[in-house]
């Protein structure tokens, strides 16, 4: 997708990854950016909307696991940008002690969101279709000790993007679904990892440089890693294509 003028809707906009990814997405002229989180950054949401001043920057305190927070929120999202080209669905925790509330963040929100905008964004509805991408992780292509409920919500999320990717869907929706699986980053999420000298971490910048080259790229059903720097295809094994 030729960023250029698109609208562009990120959830967990101000978490490591997503300040990384949002200053790339500044970089390519978008028209509207709409930051959604838990967090606020009102030092920060300042600083980029002087530094980009063609784009216009929203920012409104979303809770991913409240199914009424999700639908206010869209309702203005759309009220105020009128479409959304790129969903990016970036929020996520690594809560091994407390697993129900994890799920709800990284898999339960992460779906209830999706299917929300899809409602938005589907052409058969009305909508205009674009590009929705969910972030995984490189524990949702394997496994980790030790982190073993993280590791089933990021599979998940694999599994629930990949299926949404389905050709004959993708006809009717014009919604490209993309996996984004980073390897490990260096971001606030690492605080909770207490072996963190078993991993080896990589910047973060070049995470949000690789997310906004998959969008770029706009390929329905792509799954995508970026592990110490380097990003490349997952390569789907037959047996799981469409
Ligand atoms: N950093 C890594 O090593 C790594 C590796 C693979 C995948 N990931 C994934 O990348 C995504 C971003 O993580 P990060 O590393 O930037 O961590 P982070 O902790 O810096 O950011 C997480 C963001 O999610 C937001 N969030 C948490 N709960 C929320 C809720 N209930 N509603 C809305 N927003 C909420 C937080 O406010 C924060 O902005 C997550 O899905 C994470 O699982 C991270």
Redesign the pocket.
């Known amino acids: 997708m030729e960023l250029s003028g698109k609208n562009v809707c990120y959830?967990?906009?101000?978490?490591?990854?997503?300040?990384?990814s949002i200053k790339v997405f500044l970089t390519k002229s978008i028209a509207n950016l709409y930051i959604?989180?838990?967090?606020e950054n009102q030092e920060l949401l300042e600083s980029l909307r002087k530094q980009f001043p063609k784009t216009n920057i929203y920012y409104e305190k979303?809770?991913?696991?409240?199914s009424n927070c999700i639908k206010n929120t869209l309702d203005k999202v759309i009220y105020t940008i009128r479409n959304i080209d790129v969903f990016v669905?970036?929020?996520?925790?690594?809560w091994e002690d407390k697993v129900e509330e994890m799920i709800?963040?990284?898999l339960t929100?992460?779906i209830n969101t999706t299917k929300a905008v899809r409602n938005i964004m589907d052409k058969s509805k009305g909508g205009k279709g674009g590009i929705i991408l969910n972030?995984?992780?490189?524990?949702?292509l394997a496994s980790f000790p030790c982190l073993e409920s993280?590791c089933a919500?990021?599979h998940a999320?694999v599994g629930f993007t990949k299926s949404l990717s389905n050709q004959s869907v993708f006809e009717k929706t014009g919604i490209s679904m993309i996996t984004l699986?980073?390897?490990?980053?260096?971001?606030?999420?690492?605080n909770n990892l207490t072996n963190l000298e078993a991993?080896k971490?990589?910047p973060?910048d070049v995470?949000g440089e690789y997310l906004v080259k998959c969008v770029e790229i706009e390929k329905n059903g792509g799954i995508y890693l970026i592990d110490d720097s380097v990003g490349r295809e997952i390569e789907q094994n037959p047996y799981y294509l469409n």
């Open positions: 959830v967990g906009g101000f978490g490591g990854i997503g300040i990384a959604l989180d838990l967090l979303f809770d991913i696991t409240s669905n970036g929020a996520g925790v690594l709800a963040i990284n929100g992460l972030i995984a992780s490189l524990a949702g993280y919500t990021k999320v699986c980073p390897g490990c980053t260096e971001t606030p999420i690492l991993y971490v990589q973060v995470v």
